[in-house]
């Protein structure tokens, strides 16, 4: 069965720190896919990044970074030199190849203060 | 410009008034998903519809219902809405083919049961 855990619940940090949003996954598949979303407090949720399986490598997209380790089964998000505008709720998912669905985590709540 | 576009942003229903809420895109995506979000919790998934395919989750209450006239709309009845069905709604697509899973998002619409 396909589970994605999202430990943290709620963050909180000061503007112009670095910050790792953690997220682990559980899947039988070995063709799936990764992804994080952002959602504002507006309620839109606004596609970050999405990684396949057989691809491990790390990505870099301005301050943010994702980290995909296939050996610990984690896909951790990391905002460098964070931002008030980062405030938000992070929401890891996980869809199985072949799948149209999507599971999600339980979400990070991420509150950075001036 | 608006890919997923959902009308209205905000409504106000009366306790067992049925309610109409109301998705279109821009994509031409095969897929399209309703979410029922509640506060502080992950989106999950009502139903989708692969192209005129409805697959409904076995949990989705029978109060919830969806029609998808054509490939751009797709809307969400809710025959006898109760208080426990106010939430947001998101609207979802993805063009269904394998290795392009990604789910784009509307904004939501929230809906408020008095």
């Known amino acids: 069965a396909q589970k994605v855990t999202q430990a943290q619940t709620e963050i909180s940090v000061v503007e112009k720190e670095d910050v790792t949003l953690d997220c682990v996954y559980e899947?039988?598949?070995?063709?799936?896919?990764l992804f994080w979303y952002k959602q504002p407090p507006s309620g839109e949720l606004v596609f970050l990044i999405r990684?396949?399986?057989?691809?491990?490598q790390n990505e870099i997209s301005g301050r943010y970074s994702w980290n995909f380790q296939k050996s610990t089964s984690s896909f951790n998000f990391t905002i460098t030199a964070s931002q008030v505008v980062d405030s938000a709720v992070y929401f890891c998912?996980?869809?199985?190849?072949?799948?149209?669905?999507?599971?999600f985590g339980k979400g990070t709540k991420l509150t950075v203060n001036p | 410009d608006a890919m997923v576009i959902q009308n209205p942003r905000y409504q106000v229903t009366q306790f067992g008034k049925p309610v109409t809420l109301s998705c279109s895109q821009t994509l031409n995506h095969n897929v399209m998903y309703w979410y029922q979000q509640k506060s502080s919790q992950a989106p999950k998934l009502l139903f989708h519809?692969?192209?005129?395919?409805?697959?409904n989750e076995a949990d989705t209450p029978d109060n919830f219902q969806s029609r998808r006239p054509n490939t751009s709309f797709c809307f969400l009845d809710i025959r006898s809405p109760g208080l426990g069905d106010a939430a947001m709604y998101l609207c979802?697509?993805?063009?269904?083919?394998?290795?392009?899973?990604?789910?784009?998002f509307g904004p939501g619409t929230r809906l408020l049961v008095l």
């Open positions: 979802a697509t993805s063009t269904g083919r394998r290795n392009q899973e990604t789910q784009y």
């Open positions: 998912a996980l869809s199985e190849g072949g799948s149209e669905k999507l599971v």
């Open positions: 519809y692969y192209d005129k395919d409805f697959n």
């Open positions: 990684r396949n399986s057989f691809d491990e």
């Open positions: 899947t039988r598949d070995t063709t799936y896919y």
